[in-house]
Each structure stands twice: as C-alpha cells, then as structure tokens.
T-cell receptor, first 114, second 117 residues
C-alpha cells in the first residue's frame, strides 16, 4: 500500500460526458502528479501540482483540467469525453517535487468511455 | 524515435535465471526511475538513480550518464517477479509559471517479464 488513494476504482460513462477523478496523496506529501496509461500510448505525464500550484503540464488535453486543494487532495476533471479517453489514470505523490523524490503511485482509476 | 527506449519488449525466463532489462534515453535527465507494474495494474517505484548503482534485495540498477543508458538486473528470478518493468526519466523543464519544474517523467514502453517455475 503506497498510501496514495484514488477514487473511484472504475468508472464507466458515455461519450460527451464529464467525470471527476480524485486523488489523496500520502500524508505530508506536497506534490501530486497525474498520469494517463492507454494501450496505444503507454504511460504519459499529464500535470504536476505542488502545494496547490500548477508546476508543469505534459500531454494534457484542453478538455482536461486539474486542481489541488488546500488539504492537498487533487482532482482531475475530464470533459466532453471521447472513446480514446478510455485509459487507466494514475496519480502519484512525492514529498516535495524535486528530482531526488520518489514518487508513490495510487492504484489508478480505470475509465471506460462507451 | 522515442526519448526513452527499452529492450527487450518481452522477456521470458526460467526460475533462477539472471535477467537484464535495458533502458536508453536521448535527452538530458536529472534522474531515472525504474518502476514495476503488477498484472493487476498497480505501480511500484523500485529505484531512483542519478548516478552509479543501487541494490535492493535481488534487484540491481545501474546508470551510465555519459552513455545515456541504464540497466535493471534481477538475480535468481522467481515467478513473482513476473510484471511489466518501466524505465522513466525525469527531465528538468520550464514550469508553467516559469522557473524549473522537477516533476515531468517520460516513460519507456515497458518490458513484459514472465518467469516460469
């Protein structure tokens, strides 16, 4: 158990809908990262938050957005869903967010868009 | 060409064999991670390396910064080692608000390891 929790575990929805994925980091960790894992693209970095502020963006679509709240939990919002958005979405947390940090991964949310 | 290339893509071994998985990268990095993804999907960080060599139990990871290459070795492999092993490099890149971001991992495609009893 990494100490990172993600809800829900599974999500099935229809094209055009909007969903919110939630991540609670390990106690004391200030950084949260979101990743997408799809069959054709593998793992991809989406976005990094540190102590409530966005630090870096990767291959995140404009239809996706994220935020980190004062209690350090984070939400990833996916809107106007398409079939291609079906994937495993992982969040990870680390103590600070520097290059020497180990990232601890949550169990993932499996999103299926029908 | 991907920034991070792993080889082999698939690896089958008999229990007890010594296993090597390779990772080559083409960009400047600040650190390299080896991750293990279990069949159920969960991801565990095995090592974070910025130089030299690290050992944990039967796992050894090495990195050669000049050659932009890292290897993950498993000694005395066991069926429970069957998993996907993923190499990821940490790039220093400009952050959203300027300055330096520390958090961008770029992943290899993974190596599927199957160890038979």
């Amino acid at each position: 158990d990494s100490g990172v929790t993600q809800t829900p575990k599974h999500l099935i929805t229809a094209t055009g809908q909007r969903v919110t994925l939630r991540c609670s980091p390990r106690s004391g960790d200030l950084s949260v990262y979101w990743y997408q894992q799809s069959l054709d693209q593998g793992l991809q970095f989406l976005i990094h938050y540190y102590n409530g502020e966005e630090r870096a963006k990767g291959n995140i679509l404009e239809r996706f957005s994220a935020q980190q709240f004062p209690d350090l939990h984070s939400e990833l919002n996916l809107s106007s869903l398409e079939l291609g958005d079906s994937a495993l979405y992982f969040c990870a947390s680390s103590a600070v967010g520097v290059s020497t940090d180990t990232q601890y991964f949550g169990p993932g949310t499996r999103l299926t868009v029908l | 060409k991907n920034e991070v290339e792993q080889s082999p893509q698939n690896l089958t071994a008999q229990e007890g064999e010594f296993i090597t998985i390779n990772c080559s990268y083409s960009v400047g990095i600040s650190a390299l991670h080896w991750l293990q993804q279990h069949p159920g999907g969960g991801i565990v960080s095995l090592f974070m390396l910025s130089s030299g060599k690290k050992k944990h139990g039967r796992l050894i990871a090495t990195i050669n910064i000049q050659e932009k290459h890292s290897s993950l070795h498993i000694t005395a492999s066991h069926p429970r080692d069957s998993a996907v092993y993923i190499c990821a490099v940490l790039n220093l890149s400009k952050g959203t608000a300027g300055g330096t971001s520390y958090g961008k991992l770029t992943f290899g495609q993974g190596t599927i390891l199957t160890v038979h009893p």
